[in-house]
């Protein structure tokens, strides 16, 4: 079965940084993203990498801070946070996708469960 598995969150200082990192089994995926969802808001793409690493994209809120990547041999893509700040306070979720299509579309066919990333004053 697909499953995505996120690890890496926690609680950080303002100016900190964090790696998360997501694990994928069951099958390979032609773009794998970040998103996250703060309370009471809607869910925003944060970074997007293609199958080749080739095409990347990032939110504006993020960019220059956030960094993704991905290890396909190990099936695993990775978001280097830096420089967090408050408002980079969310539950952040792996998502996955076999199609091509937009890196900023939220239209993934497979989801984590999610890992809360809280960044402290």
């Known amino acids: 079965q697909v499953q995505l598995v996120e690890s890496g969150g926690g609680l950080v200082q303002a100016g900190g940084s964090l790696r998360l990192s997501c694990a994928a089994s069951g099958r390979t995926f032609e773009a794998m993203g970040w998103v996250r969802q703060a309370p009471g808001k809607g869910r925003e793409v944060v970074a997007a990498i293609s199958w080749s690493g080739g095409a990347t994209s990032a939110s504006d809120s993020v960019k220059g801070r956030f960094t993704i990547s991905r290890d396909n041999a190990k099936n695993t893509a990775y978001l280097q946070m830096s420089s967090l700040k408050p408002e980079d306070t969310a539950v952040y979720y792996c998502?996955?996708?076999?199609?091509?299509?937009?890196?900023?579309?939220?239209?993934?066919?497979?989801w984590g469960q999610g890992t809360q990333v809280t960044v402290s004053s």
């Open positions: 998502a996955a996708r076999r199609v091509v299509d937009s890196l900023g579309s939220l239209n993934y066919d497979y």
